[in-house]
């Protein structure tokens, strides 16, 4: 497992915009996957959000090492930034699960990330763990719902409603 505290800063920020581009990836996914459409557009924001991470991410790695183009690496340390392992048989409350595990995972390598830097990114990945907080606590959320409601992801709550 990576250290925050030990490993190059370069490596820690390609990291974090790999996880940041298969976060994306997966909340596209679910997006696509769930007819339930309040689910579906929380989807689409995550995946918009993390969009915005990763670009943000870029921006600083671009400022600390200019010239230099960011190495992403294939795959992200599980053990510091998981991934969701999502499969057409995984249920959806297996995927919330992890995605909350994942969310919380990237808060505190944020957390801790941010004590590498000075202002304004420090500043920034402060923002940007809290803003991985709000996250998990919306996906939490979820995760109540669809544990509570059958076919959660399947419902047009909409018209259960009107």
């Known amino acids: 497992m990576m250290d925050v505290v030990k490993t190059p800063l370069k490596e820690l920020l390609g990291l974090a915009i790999k996880a940041e ?16 459409p309040l689910l579906k557009e929380k989807f689409q924001w995550l995946a918009y959000e993390e969009n915005k991470h990763r670009t943000s991410l870029i921006k600083i790695y671009d400022n600390l090492y200019k010239g230099e183009e960011a190495k992403i690496p294939e795959k992200t340390d599980d053990a510091l930034l998981p991934s969701i392992d999502m499969s057409p048989s995984s ?15 990237a808060e505190n390598f944020y957390s801790a990330l941010s004590q590498r830097l000075e202002d304004p990114q420090k500043k920034f990945l402060e ?26 992801a399947e419902k047009d ?5 009107t």
Do not use: C, F, P, W
């Open 157 to 161: 709550i909409d018209k259960v409603i």
């Open 21 to 36: 581009i298969g976060a994306n990836a997966v909340y596209t996914q679910l997006a696509e996957r769930v007819s339930n």
């Open 127 to 152: 923002y940007l763990s809290k803003v991985e907080h709000s996250h998990y606590m919306m996906l939490r959320s979820e995760y109540v719902l669809a544990q509570e409601v059958e076919d959660y």
């Open 91 to 105: 249920s959806l409350i297996d995927i919330l699960y992890q995605a909350m595990e994942s969310e919380k995972a």
